[in-house]
């Protein structure tokens, strides 16, 4: 008798708790699941890293692709240049060869009195007074990027007797100094902002010596050129030199960086 009452709460216990047994044998067997289920993760960031790097590699190319605007400088008419005996209106087109020379694009951009006679004949043209066909088509006109604007704020030349050992020597010989000093300000303009990138004067300073019209060694700060040339015109030259090679500066392109190396790390087994 005593056996069959140990015997039977052995049954029931079975009959009860089978699920449960079988529950604990599932759950012994799920970290190969989780396992499999990591291994896919892993495989798929890996998919999506290789696909970043080749994205970037796209991105990088077209940027290298992608046509870079063309610099150009439009040099407005020089405020004041009148002021400049010998030289005038002409201290445009100086500025505009030294913007040239020092590897600036550069051109005379279009004053209001120019535009004014290109709309008059672009008038003309559609009222048929002009044969369209020996017309320019519209849109021939040269943009630029980039205006500069400069205002001649001083310029003064001066004659003087040249003084040798105290003494001043204008009897017979005809010695005299003759100084010239001019100072421009300008103003460096964004084309498409209407920001004005830099505001900067240049200035030059001059001084000959001339004995019986024969110019003589003391001559000083004509910056290479000859010193026969007149004083205004050398001024004029050396203040526009002084601004392109400023211009030239500050359009130089930035030293390229270099391309960015995308690593993948691998990940832990």
């Not at 201290?91 to 913007?99: H, K």
């Not at 240049?202 to 024969?214: D, F, N, P, S, Y």
Request: aromatic residues 6%; charged residues 25%.
């Amino acid at each position: 008798m005593s056996r069959r009452i140990i015997v039977f709460p052995l049954l029931v216990a079975l009959m009860v708790f089978p699920s449960s047994i079988l529950a604990s044998d599932e759950s012994i067997q799920e970290p190969p699941a989780q396992d499999g289920e990591i291994a896919l993760l892993r495989a798929e960031i890996a998919e999506l890293r290789e696909i970043i790097t080749s994205l970037k590699e796209v991105i990088i190319s077209l940027q290298k692709a992608q046509p870079q605007q063309q610099i150009s400088v439009g040099v407005m008419p020089i405020h004041n240049s009148w002021r400049i005996s010998q030289v005038g209106s002409s201290f445009r087109q100086i500025v505009v060869s030294a913007l040239n020379e020092a590897g600036v694009q550069a051109y005379e951009s279009l004053d209001d009195e120019t535009l004014k006679w290109v709309q008059r004949q672009d008038q003309l043209v559609r009222e048929r007074w002009i044969d369209p066909v020996s017309a320019p088509r519209r849109g021939e006109l040269k943009g630029v990027s980039h205006y500069l604007m400069g205002t001649v704020t001083q310029y003064e030349e001066d004659s003087s007797n040249l003084i040798i050992g105290g003494v001043i020597q204008v009897v017979g010989a005809g010695a005299r100094v003759r100084k010239g000093s001019l100072i421009v300000d300008w103003r460096f303009v964004d084309a498409t902002t209407g920001e004005v990138l830099e505001a900067f004067p240049t200035e030059a300073k001059l001084r000959r010596e001339e004995i019986g019209g024969v110019i003589i060694l003391g001559s000083s700060g004509f910056g290479g050129f000859s010193r026969k040339t007149p004083l205004p015109e050398v001024a004029a030259r050396l203040c526009a030199k002084q601004a392109a090679e400023k211009i030239a500066r500050l359009l130089a392109p930035e030293p390229a960086e270099p391309e960015p190396q995308v690593e993948v790390e691998e990940e832990k087994k």
